[in-house]
Every structure is written in C-alpha cells, then in structure tokens.
C-alpha cells in the first residue's frame, strides 16, 4: 500500500485537536516529522503520533530538507501561514494549510501562483465543508433544488467564546477576531454553496464593544482587555455580479441568543435551506408552503471506506487520498483566495467607513 510521509508544522491547539488525531485514523499517511518553535510541543506530538523512526525540528526549513517528506500540514498563527506553505511548495511538497488561507490576500495570492508553478497540491482546512449536512446541501444546491441562489447568510455567532490562549487575540499574528477566525468557515459554506465566487461590493463592520470588559463571564475564563486588540464582532453585506446577496455574521462575544457557528441559510427561486435546527429544506407544492427536515444517517461513507464519518477525518482521508491518486482536492486554493479577499474587504470597509469594491 503506497502512504504518504507527512509532516507537521505547527504542534500547538489546532494540530493536536484536529489535525494528528484525524491523520492517526488514515491508514495510508505516515507522520513523519514533527516541528514546532518549542521543541517540547513537538517532542509530545512525536510520542503520541509519530512513526518510531520520526523526527523533531525546531526550525521548519530543516525539516523540508528531508526529501522522503510528500506532505505538509501547516498549523501555526495565521501570520506564518504564506511563507511556511510557499516554503513547502518549493521544497516538493503538498501543502493543506490550515484556514485561513493567510494573514492578507496578498499572501494567498502568492501561495497560489507557486502551487501553479511547482504543480504540487495545495489545499486549505476548511472541514466544515466535509459535515453530513454541508455534504448534502452542496448536492442539493448542485442539482439545481433550491434554483437560483439569490439571497444568503453565512452564521458564525458565539455569545460568549472567546479564546484566550495562544495569540488568538492578538491582531498582528492574527491579522482579526472571530471574523477571520470562525466567519471564515461560514464564509466559505456560503459560497461553496452559492458555486458564487465574483464578489462585487462589500460593505462590513468590525467592534471593539464587549472586549474591554473586565472580569467577563467566557467559556474559556475571563480575558485580558489590554491583549485583547482584534475585534469581538463582525457583520458585513456582499452583493455578487450577479446580483446574489449574502449577510454575514461573526462574534466571539454579543449579547445574542441567536447562536449558530460554521451555518448558512440559503434562499433560492424554488426552495430555501437552512442548518439552524438541524437540516431544514423550505418551499411550495401544490399551492401549500412546506417545511422538509432532513435526517442524516451516521453510516460509512463509500468514497473512504473505513474512515468515521467525521469531518475531520473526512478532511484527512480525502486530502490524502488526492495526494497519493492525484485527484483533485475537496477545498480548492482558487475559493480559498477568494474567501480572504472578501474577509480582507471587510476590514477595509470597517476602517474607512466605505463600501469596497471589487474589479
């Protein structure tokens, strides 16, 4: 059985919740290499997930010299996430990056053009789009059951869940708050769903309302206001070249009871969706409106047989699979780039106070 040597880089949250545990149930990948700027997060990965012959670096380049190495995920702050994939990209690897594509547009425009230029695969962590319900309305929108997608909302609501660990909060490693932490996925479902990539005008807001309270009641324990500089909230309006609208919603902290994450509702000519009370398909038959609800089973999914049916695993197993076979990846660089256009837009227009439009 061929197998893919991957390594890691980044051995922090993120690796260890979702990445090493994933790739762990995938038969066909190897860990091979372990990296991280304290050694000691990647020695304890090793243990817990390594082959016996793998490695530990504490420097990322030296680790991308080991030619054995086919694979790359990339798990580090948001900052890193260009130089460390275009690195990768140019030692030989395939890179799954974890989202957001990166920091700035800019950045993600360059991942892509070397991915071209090298012909190595690149794909980004958007596992939201391997759920059971996101699979399903993808192959509904698809088949044409909701028609034309014209009015959408992309949910990425917390009432009070704000991380308080590593540099979540902090706007320099970060590049923003909830909006490109959490908005990025529901960003990304709704124009996987829309098949709509041609943004025309954005206009978005961003707040800094609820993060400078002291002693705040938080899932994860009160926060810092001096170190909390990146947004607790933010909302924007997309319009599309074809005249398609989305709304989208972001927050870490607001005082809602409204609360969906990594969720969309979708309006169409010939039926609406929504996964607020699990998967829900809207419309008219026969002169009465209906409400359809969708149950998803828990079986085994054929294209990966052995894999749960987890969208972390799925995310795992499916990259893997395009790796060794050379098909094509589940989240493709090309909506990734355009998911940080949009997010980067939005920052835009909360800083100028002016909608942003695009080419």
């Given at each position: 059985m061929a197998k893919a040597r991957v390594g890691i880089i980044g051995c922090g949250g993120i690796a260890n919740g979702k990445h090493l545990p994933s790739l762990a149930q995938v038969k066909e990948a190897e860990i091979v290499a372990f990296c991280d700027i304290i050694v000691e997060k990647a020695e304890q990965a090793k243990a817990k997930y390594g082959t016996?012959?793998?490695?530990?670096?504490?420097?990322?380049?030296?680790?991308?010299?080991d030619a054995s190495i086919d694979v790359i995920h990339v798990c580090t702050p948001n900052d890193s996430h260009a130089v460390i994939s275009i690195d990768a990209l140019e030692a030989g690897?395939?890179?799954?990056?974890?989202?957001?594509?990166?920091?700035?547009?800019?950045?993600?425009?360059?991942?892509?053009?070397?991915?071209?230029?090298?012909?190595?695969?690149?794909?980004?962590?958007?596992?939201?789009?391997?759920?059971?319900?996101?699979r399903y309305l993808k192959e509904a929108c698809d088949a044409g059951e909701l028609g034309e997608i014209y009015f959408a909302k992309a949910h990425a609501i917390?009432?009070?869940?704000?991380?308080?660990?590593?540099?979540?909060?902090?706007?320099?490693?970060?590049?923003?708050?909830p909006l490109i932490d959490i908005g990025t996925h529901a960003l990304d479902l709704v124009l996987?769903?829309?098949?709509?990539?041609?943004?025309?005008?954005?206009?978005?807001?961003?707040?800094?309302?609820?993060?400078q309270t002291e002693n705040a009641a938080n899932a994860w324990g009160p926060w810092d206001p001096a170190k909390f500089t990146v947004e607790d909230s933010a909302f924007a309006m997309i319009t599309?070249?074809?005249?398609?609208?989305?709304?989208?919603?972001?927050?870490?902290?607001?005082?809602?009871?409204?609360?969906?994450?990594?969720?969309?509702?979708?309006?169409?000519?010939?039926?609406?969706?929504?996964?607020?009370?699990?998967?829900?398909?809207?419309?008219?038959?026969?002169?009465?409106?209906?409400?359809?609800?969708?149950?998803?089973?828990?079986?085994?999914?054929?294209?990966?047989?052995?894999?749960?049916?987890?969208?972390?695993?799925?995310?795992?197993?499916?990259?893997i699979d395009a790796v060794l076979n050379d098909k094509e990846t589940f989240v493709k660089p090309e909506q990734a780039l355009v998911v940080s256009e949009i997010l980067e837009a939005i920052y835009e227009s909360s800083q100028t106070g002016?909608?942003?439009?695009f080419e």
């Open positions: 016996e012959d793998a490695k530990v670096y504490a420097d990322y380049k030296e680790l991308l010299k690897k395939h890179v799954l990056c974890e989202k957001p594509m990166a920091k700035t547009a800019a950045d993600a425009r360059k991942m892509l053009e070397v991915a071209k230029r090298t012909g190595k695969k690149l794909s980004i962590g958007y596992n939201n789009r391997y759920r059971a319900d996101s917390r009432r009070r869940a704000v991380p308080t660990w590593g540099v979540f909060l902090d706007e320099e490693k970060q590049g923003g708050g996987w769903m829309m098949n709509n990539y041609e943004p025309a005008v954005v206009l978005g807001r961003a707040y800094h309302k609820l993060s599309f070249k074809n005249g398609a609208t989305v709304i989208l919603e972001s927050s870490w902290a607001l005082n809602s009871l409204d609360i969906d994450e990594a969720k969309v509702s979708l309006s169409g000519t010939k039926a609406g969706a929504d996964m607020k009370n699990g998967l829900r398909i809207n419309g008219e038959q026969n002169s009465r409106l209906y409400v359809k609800n969708i149950e998803l089973n828990s079986g085994g999914v054929a294209f990966y047989e052995g894999a749960s049916e987890t969208a972390e695993v799925l995310e795992a197993a499916w990259w002016k909608a942003v439009y």
